[in-house]
């Protein structure tokens, strides 16, 4: 719901997994109140602006990326659920006892594997694919 124009909103909302987006004007409105009780069925509320069905937004936001990630080592997530938890890389080559440069390889091998150049992107990717927790 939103007071400003809603066609700069709708796609990213959609592919997002939104059920629909009305304007705030709209809120007590019979379309407004038909249509929450239409998502709360598991339909979309919004077919016209390509709002997706509970079940296939849910579908397609817990999806696994096609990206590879049967390459990433044991070690390598090892390391990037260690960062995940907040450790630094002294931190970490400490507990492993490695050099710093040797933890920084393995996410760098890792992140090249995802398909990413940042650290933060390595992690947040596994977090998402339940590859590392923290």
Do not use: W
Not at 17 to 40: C, M, R, T, W, Y
Request: proline residues 1%; aromatic residues 6%; hydrophobic residues 45%.
């Amino acid at each position: 719901m939103s007071s400003y124009a809603l066609d700069q909103y709708r796609q990213r909302l959609a592919l997002a997994g939104a059920q629909g987006l009305f304007s705030k004007q709209e809120i007590l409105s019979p379309d407004f109140v038909n249509a929450v009780h239409i998502a709360a069925s598991g339909k979309s509320a919004d077919v016209d602006h390509g709002f997706l069905s509970v079940e296939e937004a849910y579908a397609r936001l817990h999806a696994v990326p096609k990206v590879a990630h049967a390459g990433i080592s044991a070690r390598e997530l090892e390391i990037l659920g260690m960062y995940a938890r907040g450790l630094t890389t002294g931190e970490i080559g400490g507990r492993l006892n490695i050099s710093c440069a040797t933890v920084l390889s393995h996410v760098n091998h890792a992140a090249q594997k995802l398909g990413v150049r940042k650290r933060v992107e390595a992690i947040r990717i596994c977090r998402q694919r339940h590859l590392i927790q923290g």
